[in-house]
């Protein structure tokens, strides 16, 4: 078993607006966040410029961090991407524009931990395993 360790995970869109929020504590305590008027920014290639914000390791947020690649699939992703939007478009269905191009998943582990390559690729096969169980039972529910 690990202890202190985190995995993010973020729904990743090509493009839209990003805002700021700010963070609200409520009278009983409890946290909510709260669109900033004004915050927001237009986005545009927003998947291929996370892909490249996750492998630049000269980034402030990555300081003391080894950052390891484990599957590359972004031009796998884009080409999923737009065979769906070019099947949804000759099938002319409505809704062809894809939102939400990937998931990602940011798994952090305490730095007293070393794993190799290989060490890397069995956690992140049961952390995927894992997932897909609680998805699948996400399902029971709906």
């Known amino acids: 078993m690990i202890l202190n360790w985190l995995v993010k995970a973020r729904q990743i869109r090509q493009g839209g607006v990003k805002h700021k929020y700010k963070k609200v504590i409520n009278p009983n305590g409890r946290v909510t966040y709260k669109k900033e008027d004004g915050s927001g920014r ?5 998947f291929i410029n996370h892909v490249n914000y996750l492998k630049d390791s000269n980034r402030p947020a990555h300081r003391n961090t080894k950052i390891s690649i484990l599957l ?3 031009s796998n992703i884009l080409k999923a991407v737009n065979e769906r939007k070019a099947f949804r478009q000759a099938e002319k269905l409505r809704h ?7 998931t990602s998943f940011v798994v952090s582990l305490p730095s007293e931990l070393k794993p190799t390559f290989e060490n890397w690729t069995q956690i992140s096969k049961q952390i995927i395993k894992d997932i897909g169980v609680f998805q699948d039972s996400w399902h ?3």
């Open 96 to 102: 062809a524009t894809v939102f939400n191009y990937c």
């Open 42 to 46: 237009r986005i545009k290639n927003g």
């Open 72 to 74: 590359n699939n972004a």
């Open 140 to 142: 029971c529910f709906s």
